[in-house]
Every structure is written in structure tokens, then in C-alpha cells.
């Protein structure tokens, strides 16, 4: 397994920020918001990365493109939730890193036609950012913020270039 990127504490700290915009309240609160931002949109490519707003999301009938989890919630083993997905991928993605496996199952996840399931052995916090960088423009990228609600990050060409700049200050491990 390559590592492409590793997380440093420095960017650690800052990544605890939302990189789009924080819905806070409960689920039912902020899926309702979200669900305004998607009819707001012309039927955007949903991502959603972690198990419990995945799991919501499709309890709440959203049609999610690509599901990221890793069978766990606050780094505590859950039962894995059942999601409609026409295809699952499985990638190992360490703690604290973004590997060239899961970048590459990302790509793979968002060129498919149908809905996917991507089970990351280890931690998926970090795919966010492969998600945003990899998915196409005017897509929502969804994700939790523990105990605050959800963020939600419109991609746009302005976000892919923000999050480039995360990756380059992360310790860059590819061959590139």
C-alpha cells in the first residue's frame, strides 16, 4: 500500500475547520437545509464521507453517487449500514493519510454510472479532500462535523484549488 499524502499536526489542527459550509442542528434540521441546496442545483452528484451522514442521507431517500465509510463513527466500530450501492469497492487508507489506492478507487467510484460503495479499512476523514479534488464541478460533498451537524462543499474550481493547496502542504509521499 503506497501513501501518497500524511496528515502533519500543523494541518491536523487547521483541518478541524470545515472546508464548505457547517449546517449545525440535528440531521433532521440539517438534512432539511440540504435538501434546499440540492433543488437549488440541476440534480448534483452527491458524495457523502462517513457512515452515520451516509446512512442518513439514504434513510432520507438522497441519491448519493458515491458513499465513503469505514464502519465507523466517532473511531468507534459500528455495525456496517446498509446502503443501496450497484458497486463496492475496498481500499486501505491508514489514520492520518490518503493513500494512492484510495485515490484511485475515488476516480474509479466517480466514473461509474451507477451508485458505489467505497469501504475504507481505516479512516476515511481525509478522502474528503480526494472527493472534492476528483469530483466534477457544481457536486456536494457531504460530511459530518461531529456533535456540530453537517458541511456541505459545493465543488467548484475555486475548492479544487483549495484543497491542492491542502495536499501540497501535506507530506507528499508520491513518485510524481
Not at 3 to 24: D, F
Not at 63 to 78: G, Q
Not at 155 to 171: D, F, G, H, R, Y
Amino acid at each position: 500500500m503506497a501513501i501518497s499524502y500524511r496528515l502533519t499536526p500543523e494541518l491536523r489542527r487547521e483541518l478541524k475547520k470545515p472546508i464548505g459550509t457547517l449546517i449545525q442542528g440535528s440531521f433532521d434540521e440539517t438534512i432539511k437545509k440540504f435538501k434546499d441546496f440540492v433543488k437549488k442545483e440541476n440534480l448534483p452528484i452527491i458524495i457523502s464521507v462517513g457512515d452515520i451522514v451516509s446512512k442518513n442521507l439514504a434513510e432520507n431517500n438522497m441519491s448519493v453517487k458515491l458513499s465513503i465509510v469505514d464502519n465507523k463513527a466517532m473511531r468507534e466500530k459500528i455495525q456496517p449500514i446498509a446502503l443501496k450501492a450497484h458497486n463496492t469497492l475496498y481500499v486501505t487508507n491508514p489514520p492520518g493519510t490518503i493513500t494512492e489506492e484510495a485515490l484511485a478507487a475515488i476516480q474509479k467510484a466517480l466514473k461509474h454510472d451507477c451508485c458505489v460503495k467505497l469501504i475504507v479499512d481505516g479512516e476515511e476523514d481525509l478522502l474528503t479532500l480526494a472527493a472534492v479534488l476528483y469530483a466534477p464541478e457544481n457536486s456536494f460533498v457531504v460530511y459530518g462535523q461531529p456533535l456540530e451537524g453537517i458541511v456541505v462543499v459545493k465543488v467548484t474550481e475555486q475548492k479544487k484549488a483549495e484543497v491542492t493547496k491542502i495536499l501540497k502542504t501535506m507530506e507528499n509521499h508520491s513518485k510524481n
